[in-house]
């Protein structure tokens, strides 16, 4: 019985696929704070150029570099998991793989892209990166992936998860990065902020603005902002998965995937996996493509597309996306990393599409679904990862009443060793739902009323 | 350039190697409380007689059941890493790779003998295991295992780790395990302990006395005992791990090793690597091999071959082995694996084979090393595996300086990701080493000064 595909170095994709090649209308562009499509210029304080011509490009494939396959082979490609185990648990005819990313040091995902970042930013000849981080999952990844190149590395960690999760910081700094609080008193906004309210427990909108801001005031000029989800090429950084699992699944003879299953925050672990499928899928084939979000923060289910800021205090770009309003602030929910106001734009456009069918769960169904997956399946999941696997099992069950042999697959994002104080409250009871109050969204929504609206909203389309 | 060197699951290794078959002097047995050889019916109430059969089979190649490859294919066969980023630190001619046990679901190593004692326990009739565990690494792995094949799973977790580490008994509850802090209410051990110390911080003496009487008093029948170290059975169940590794060399074309090294607190880590390696030196080759333990807990360095228990309440039979005397408590290293004062009985009959040399290192020079490795390699160490590293370090120095390309291996044993506060104090200067006064070694050493000696400590040969 095989529970696991490899694949050898040699055998990793060489290429990186970009969905916005084949979307059938294109994407619309982002608005500068004049309502007019921002250029790359006027992105280049922020990103290197060479990353900046990833974000715009509309060709299909983009090769990897060599030296980021060499650092990337420490731990890719990562295995594909046939769940046996959880299969006979559910007693479905459904055939469960998981691609698991939880191998990787920092233990997620975030690391292809981190990697590639950082790899990009320092053939350009930056030296020092900055970024935020919530619950700590991509600051570290981008910590670890800083020290591999021997760049500097600069974490804004949102206060509130900087003071409950003091590990995420120890895990950073031994990767050699520095991580403060946010708000801090090393930025304007953060003092801004602290004069104002000195007891704020942060946000990631506040916690991006100084990482900007650290940036561009840079006076050498070798610094750059980097992001770990939401933007194009980030996007791109993470198919290899999704590039990884179909070699997979060809090798043990599996032709035809009927379900793609990935949580979504920014969107960054659901694309990786799922977008060398929606390829498939705009090419005839017949597949569910499910991203999966909190009922807590419903953006891909209950709020508009629309041009929303990706930040509280509005530095960043317009973005095309469905957005509950950049003045939404999600309830505290224990999956971090789904707590985000909007979607990346190559996500909502499949959505608009009609190319992929997000689905909102609530976080007691994940939990449970997690405690399952450990006790069967062996690995305990972060707490985003257990929204997908909870969506598995329901596509699992149903397969199971239409008695069909479908292929589900999902991308395992995580290991949940960092968050177990998660696990901890849901074994005592103390967690509950969340679902967001029709009022509550419709006054978030605010935010985005007098806002440029883009074509496919204008058109109906949504 | 190939940084990892993966095996298929069908070229698993399909038996445990046991070095007792090889050794050039018979084994001396453990004795019961008259002095006497113990017998396998004596050990009945603690472990299921098929395991006990493999504790003194002196069979060279035992088969690994097919269920039990199922189980750890999970995860086996772990990666063979080249440590190239390592390498270039130094500036080394050495060949430096790494087995990578910190890939199992657990984090290290533990699962490879965790699933075969939990697998040969419901072979037996058994539906339930006790155990103890210090730091936490041995329960959670023993959880885990428990988890997968459907058996109770109870562990007494010594007090002042279950205080300061809440996260680890989390961890063993969403596996599925029951976890209480030891000294507990529910043994008479315990409740004997709690009468005279109601402030006790517990120990692993402690700990063991309270899983032995949990299992042996179970009127059912049905519990069991299972331990994380020490015996032959479960060094024997760690041989994969060097089997694997020498497929991997062959695989790569690597046809000598010079230097094997592994971190040894009750020497299975250690063993797993180097047993198979130890044979080839019996059979002639020339490999330096190395068990490195704490200057904090010098039993193999400093201790005498003697006869001890295991446990600090006496109530295990009398193992050959080097021990620092059963009184001994070593100070508050953050390598809690390595704080036991004897070692296996097969590593110390090695030891005074002269077939391998241990060593032993203070905690701050492995911090160091585990800060290089982690921002060079890329994983972060567990305090315990830091100390092979910086051996590691220490060998491909000395092969610079010789001008020798050396092949160096080491065992990965696991990831520090549940250890970050060690890290902590380290990079805020709050850890000390404490190495041990003589005047400390020989008051400890008087525990054993009147019990029986095996035969190489009487012919003089230690």
């Known amino acids: 019985m095989q529970v696991k595909v490899l694949l050898n170095e040699d055998e990793i994709p060489r290429q990186w696929y970009n969905l916005a090649a084949d979307l059938p209308t294109p994407m619309q562009p982002p608005l500068g704070p004049d309502g007019n499509p921002i250029t790359p210029d006027m992105l280049a304080p922020v990103f290197p150029m060479n990353l900046i011509e ?18 990337l082979y420490r731990w890719r490609p990562a295995p594909l998991h046939r769940a046996h185990f959880l299969e006979k648990a559910l007693d479905t005819p459904a055939r469960i793989y998981y691609k698991n990313e939880s191998i990787s040091p920092p233990g997620s995902h975030k690391p292809n892209t981190a990697v590639a970042q950082a790899w990009y930013n320092k053939q350009f000849g930056i ?34 998860s900087f003071d409950q999760k003091p590990f995420r910081k120890t895990m950073m700094e ?24 000195p007891d704020t427990p942060g946000s990631l909108g506040i916690a991006i603005s100084e990482a900007i801001e650290a940036a561009v005031t840079d006076e050498t000029g070798k610094s750059r902002y980097s992001l770990g989800s939401v933007l194009n090429h980030v996007l791109l950084h993470q198919t290899i998965i999704g590039l990884e699992a179909k070699k997979q699944l060809e090798k043990i003879g599996e032709k035809k995937v009927d379900v793609v299953i990935g949580c979504a925050g920014g969107g960054s672990n659901f694309s ?13 084939a017949e597949i569910d493509i499910i991203p999966v979000e909190p009922t807590s923060c419903p953006t891909m289910t209950r709020a508009p597309f629309a041009y929303d800021h ?7 770009p317009l973005l095309p996306m469905h957005s509950l309003g950049h003045e939404f ?13 909007g979607i990346a734009p190559l996500v909502s456009q499949a959505i608009v599409e009609g190319l992929i069918n997000p689905r909102a769960l609530d976080q007691l169904e994940s939990y449970q679904a997690a405690v399952l997956f450990a006790r069967t399946e062996g690995i305990i999941p972060a707490p985003e990862t257990s929204h997908a696997i909870a969506t598995v099992i329901q596509e699992a069950k149903k397969a199971k009443e239409e008695a069909k042999e479908k292929v589900i ?19 005592s009871d103390q967690l509950v739902d969340y679902p967001l109050p029709e009022d509550e969204l419709q006054k978030s929504l605010k935010s985005i009323e007098n806002l440029p609206k883009p074509e496919a909203a204008k058109s109906g389309r949504w």
Chains 1, 2 share one sequence.
């Not at 700590?136 to 020290?147: H, I, K, N, R, T």
């Not at 602030?329 to 106001?341: K, N, S, V």
Request: charged share 20%; with cysteine; net charge negative.
């Open 54 to 71: 990833q974000e715009v490009s509309s060709e299909r494939w983009i090769d990897i570099p060599e030296e980021i396959l060499e650092i």
């Open 272 to 284: 990786g996996l799922a977008f060398p499928f929606v390829q498939d899928k705009i090419n005839g």
């Open 310 to 316: 990706g930040d509280t205090a509005m530095m960043t």
């Open 409 to 427: 697959i999902f991308n395992f994002s995580g290991h949940g060793l960092m968050d177990l104080t998660g696990y901890e409250k849901f074994f």
């Open 329 to 341: 602030i999600p309830p505290p929910i224990h999956a971090g990393g789904l707590r985000y106001h």
């Open 127 to 160: 030296t020092r990166l900055t970024t935020e981080t919530g619950a700590g999952q991509w600051g570290s990844a981008l910590a670890f992936a800083c020290s591999l190149l021997g760049l500097e590395c600069k974490v804004y960690m949102v206060r509130i």
């Open 174 to 197: 031994t990767w050699g990065a520095n991580c403060v609080a946010s708000p801090s008193t090393e930025t304007k906004a953060g003092n801004d902020i602290l004069a104002k309210l």
